[in-house]
């Protein structure tokens, strides 16, 4: 039996009354861009961080890579190869996009004090790579906090690589960027996603978004998955239509 990237088994948490996760399996494989999509409040998020650390279920284990690394501190998970983007990107935003890069790779080698001699570091080259990758190497000397919010979304994602992670979990990838923003964003990053060899899993309120840039989409409503597939059974369905997609054009 081959081993998937990643494996939830019936992960529970609860937040007083809430059953943010209730019973949650779900497996992810290697090579294929999953789509989270649900409800607001369904426990998109608290899935998310159960899987890099952030969160101890109260029940269930998570495997990667065939190890449970459910108890492990998120650090440990990261080395093992498991990034996260977030949301609202989590940058130095006085540093420039390379410095931003430069202290990620300190995080990784290890090293102390990552905001000294940042100018003699030997990965400058590699980082360039990186940010090339992502359609940002003309700002790499940018401060982060003159960068439009698709452009700091891009070096946000950088980051994540230069961490060389095998599987990439983002919130929202696109929010906060313009709509007419938003499907050249994506192209990049699904295209450097690709090319660095990492899989990723993001959750999505875009349904546009999903439907051209998932290759499976995963239902969560209520703690749970509900149901699983490709977009374009996933988008037509009844339930979806009512209890997704609805809500999200409400
Ligand atoms: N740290 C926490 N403390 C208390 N309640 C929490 C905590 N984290 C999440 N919750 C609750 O758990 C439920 C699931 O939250 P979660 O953020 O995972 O949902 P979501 O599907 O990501 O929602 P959204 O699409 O609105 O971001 C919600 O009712 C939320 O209020």
């Known amino acids: 039996m081959s081993t998937h990237l990643l494996e939830a088994r019936d992960l529970e948490i609860r937040f007083g009354g809430v059953v943010a996760a209730d019973g949650v399996n779900l497996t992810i494989d290697e090579g294929k861009n999953l789509a989270i999509i649900g409800p607001n409040g369904a426990g998109k998020t608290t899935f998310l961080n159960i899987c890099t650390g952030w969160l101890k279920p109260s029940r269930g284990q998570v495997f990667f890579l065939g190890e449970d690394v459910t108890r492990l501190p998120p650090r440990k998970i990261v ?83 230069a961490l060389k992670p095998r599987l990439l979990l983002m919130d929202e990838p696109t929010s906060g960027v313009a709509s007419s923003e938003k499907f050249e964003i994506m192209d990049i990053l699904v295209k450097a996603l690709a090319r660095a060899d990492v899989t990723s899993v993001f959750v999505e309120h875009d349904m546009g978004i999903v439907k051209n840039y998932a290759d499976e989409v995963a239902v969560w409503n209520a703690g749970e998955v509900q149901m699983r597939g490709t977009p374009d059974e996933i988008l037509a369905h009844p339930d979806v239509i009512r209890d997704v997609i609805g809500e999200e054009a409400a």
């Open 79 to 161: 080395q093992r190869g498991v990034a996260r983007a977030f949301q609202i990107p989590q940058l130095f935003s006085e540093h420039t996009a390379m410095e931003n890069l430069l202290i990620a790779v300190s995080a990784r080698e290890g090293r102390q004090s990552p905001f000294l001699q940042m100018e003699a570091q030997p990965e400058r080259d590699e980082m360039r790579e990186l940010l090339d990758l992502v359609g940002c190497a003309d700002v790499a000397d940018a401060r982060v906090d003159a960068l439009s919010e698709g452009r700091r979304k891009l070096v946000d994602i950088a980051v994540a690589l």
